[in-house]
């Protein structure tokens, strides 16, 4: 195990730079998920970290080696891919072992990394299958054993879930988190879905156009978004943004372009007494507006108007139009809701944020 560094990496593919000068410490054993839209850099990144990639500009270091112009056999990291990479016409079994074997280890102990591996993934009675007999999450569990029967310094995933139903990725995330939990080898995930993200991650490298956006815990990323890209990407459904303005009346509330109001957190007088007047951007998550009022919570009525309903059960998104502004509440389940209706939301504004309309910058990245 070892500590992952990136220093001013950067990385241009003929005229084109997918990658503006990334730096990123990861610590020993830690668990980093580098997430963003398609085309932000983070399975490049991913790549020149394993060394199937070249560097255009900067330096990777692993533990205190410098690798970055190191051979992708020389830098001691074990990828599991998106597609798996398993040889078709081997067994599980040789499928597993086949990096050691190449390594020249001994038959015995082949048998015996193989064994315990297969132990721990729970597919010991899957070891002389071939692949095209196995389903897609055995399929990636054989690619995690081909990790772990490695003493390798760093695991790395590039979106290795992308290809599974909705019910198996929600397995394989238990199961990969319980993996790094047992191994507990530094381990950089790639993925653009933010629920994956939130759930695997001890820290979150939130990436937009070949730059950080953002880092910091799930938490961090969810309850203090720094801007409106990772507002928006962290999250599920994402944040509502509303346009509005600051009363220019001295009173420190949002002014929605329907005339409804909504008072401001003690966090943002002191930005909204210098923009009185100006325009802003009011971000709400659906969570924070619901139909029943919560106790012991800042709660302001918002009139809307039903436009489509989803019932998923334990709860319920209603898609909604606050003027000519649509937005989504999470509410609680109920007979009788449907669209065409005028509903009476509560929004919880102590969780409400404040943006930049022009940058996109929040006004205080403090906001719990």
């Not at 928006?232 to 409804?260: K, T």
């Not at 966090?267 to 924070?288: D, K």
């Not at 509560?346 to 990245?365: I, K, S, Y």
Request: proline letters at 5%; a positive charge.
């Amino acid at each position: 195990m070892a500590s992952v560094n990136l220093h001013k990496v950067q990385k241009r593919f003929g005229a084109t730079w997918v990658v503006h000068g990334i730096d990123i410490g990861i610590q020993d054993g830690e668990f980093v998920v580098l997430v963003g839209p398609s085309g932000c850099g983070k399975s490049t990144l991913l790549r020149m970290i394993a060394g199937l990639e070249p560097v255009t500009d900067g330096q990777i270091s692993i533990g205190t080696r410098d690798v970055t112009f190191a051979a992708p056999k020389d830098r001691n990291v074990a990828m599991v891919f998106q597609d798996y990479a398993l040889y078709p016409h081997m067994t599980v079994r040789d499928n597993i072992g086949f990096g050691l074997k190449i390594r020249g280890m001994s038959a015995q102990d082949i048998a015996s990394g193989v064994t315990k591996a297969a132990r721990m993934l729970e597919i010991e009675s899957l070891l002389d299958r071939r692949p095209a007999a196995l389903s897609g999450g055995q399929r990636q569990r054989v690619a995690m054993g081909r990790c772990l029967v490695r003493s390798a310094d760093a695991f790395l995933f590039d979106e290795p879930l992308s290809n599974l139903d909705a019910k198996l990725r929600a397995t394989m995330r238990a199961e990969i988190k319980q993996f790094h939990r047992t191994t507990g080898v530094t381990t950089i995930y790639v993925t653009h879905d933010q629920v994956e993200a939130m759930t695997l991650a001890d820290r979150i490298i939130c990436l937009e156009g070949g730059r950080i956006s953002q880092q910091g815990s799930p938490y961090t990323l969810y309850a203090r978004p720094a801007n409106t890209f990772v507002a928006g990407f962290i999250g599920s459904p994402p944040m509502n943004f509303l346009h509005a303005r600051i009363a220019g009346d001295g009173e420190l509330v949002a002014v929605l372009p329907d005339g409804q109001r909504l008072p401001l957190p003690d966090r943002f007088h002191a930005a909204a007494r210098l923009r009185q007047g100006g325009e802003v951007t009011v971000g709400l998550r659906p969570e924070h507006l619901a139909e029943e009022r919560a106790a012991n919570a800042a709660l302001t009525s918002l009139r809307v108007d039903v436009r489509l309903v989803e019932p998923l059960g334990a709860d319920t998104l209603v898609h909604a139009r606050l003027g000519q502004q649509a937005l989504i509440a999470r509410c609680a389940p109920r007979a009788g809701l449907a669209a065409a209706q005028t509903l009476q939301l509560h929004a919880d504004v102590g969780h409400l944020h404040l943006f930049e309309p022009q940058t996109g910058r929040a006004f205080d990245l403090l906001a719990t």
